[in-house]
Nanobody, 124 residues
Framework: QVQLVESGGGLVQAGDSLRLSCAAS????????MGWFRQAPGKEREFVAG????????NYADSVKGRFTISRDNAKNTVSLQMNSLKPEDTAVYYC?????????????????WGQGTQVTVSS
């Protein structure tokens, strides 16, 4: 069993930055890839960013590439998402997810555990 707790969401203006964090407990964090997903009102949940177990490989959705950065600290069992140049279309509930594998995957079905989500609202 893995518990994931996200923090750092909030209400910001377009162009601002936010940093989301996810604290993990339970199974070995350093052996698992991690991901961030988001779900906007009326839309399906979508992939945002993923990071491999070692942190050596990352991948991003095209919509956030160059603006968002995913990172992890295996000593602290945390994964973060630095979000810069935020846009109103980034408004969503953001979820942290734990994968059973080591590679940074985009498919939601490859993630075993999910956090409760944190709301990010970007006003124009």
């Amino acid at each position: 069993q893995v518990q994931l707790v996200e923090s750092g969401g909030g209400l910001v203006q377009a162009g601002d930055s936010l940093r989301l964090s996810c604290a993990a407990s339970g199974r070995t964090f350093s052996s698992s890839a991690m991901g961030w997903f988001r779900q906007a009102p009326g839309k399906e949940r979508e992939f945002v960013a993923g990071i491999s177990a070692t942190g050596g490989t990352t991948n991003y959705a095209d919509s956030v590439k160059g603006r968002f950065t995913i990172s992890r600290d295996n000593a602290k069992n945390t994964v973060s998402l630095q979000m810069n140049s935020l846009k109103p279309e980034d408004t969503a509930v953001y979820y942290c997810a734990f994968s059973g594998g080591r590679l940074a995957a985009r498919r939601q079905s490859l993630y075993e555990y999910w956090g409760q989500g944190t709301q990010v609202t970007v006003s124009s």
